[in-house]
């Protein structure tokens, strides 16, 4: 098994970026012969409820994660929630899945949605190369 450090998460759902902000996380490649991957995830006590009806459902759940280094791209997953452990202020989701092999559409996702902001010419490549770096604002988010 290999473990490494999470640095986002965001949830894919009907066409928008949920993203989770995170206390703590954990991603473990189970290296089980199946591609399966565990996530940890220890974020706010606020998103318990989201998670528990997500947990609910017989759908995948969709995320992507983004692994070790903020410059690094998402990593997307689909996974189902294993668990969720509550405690004082915060809760653990345990996420399991299997990493989606098809490539990343990130850059062409944040590129069409510079454009529809309105960018142009040169502050449209200086906004897409700042956002590229940071990977912290990301396509259609929202929160909760």
Known sequence: ???????????LED????????????????EDGKMTW?????TDKQFYDYFRLAQQKTTDL???VVIT????????????????KAFEK?????????????RSKYAERL???????????ENLVIE????MKKKTRYINSKKI
């Open 90 to 102: 915060h809760i653990s989701v345990l996420l399991e899945g299997h990493l989606n092999v098809k």
């Open 69 to 84: 280094h903020e410059g690094n791209d998402p990593a997307p997953f689909s996974t189902h929630i294993r668990s969720i």
């Open 128 to 131: 897409f190369q700042n956002r």
């Open 38 to 42: 565990l996530i940890e995830a220890y």
């Open 1 to 11: 098994m290999k473990t490494f450090k999470i640095v986002s998460l965001q949830i």
């Open 62 to 64: 969709e995320v992507q």
């Open 15 to 30: 066409g928008n970026i949920l993203n989770i902000p995170l206390e703590d996380g954990l991603i473990i490649n189970k």
């Open 111 to 121: 590129l069409s949605e510079l454009v529809q902001e309105g960018y142009t010419g």
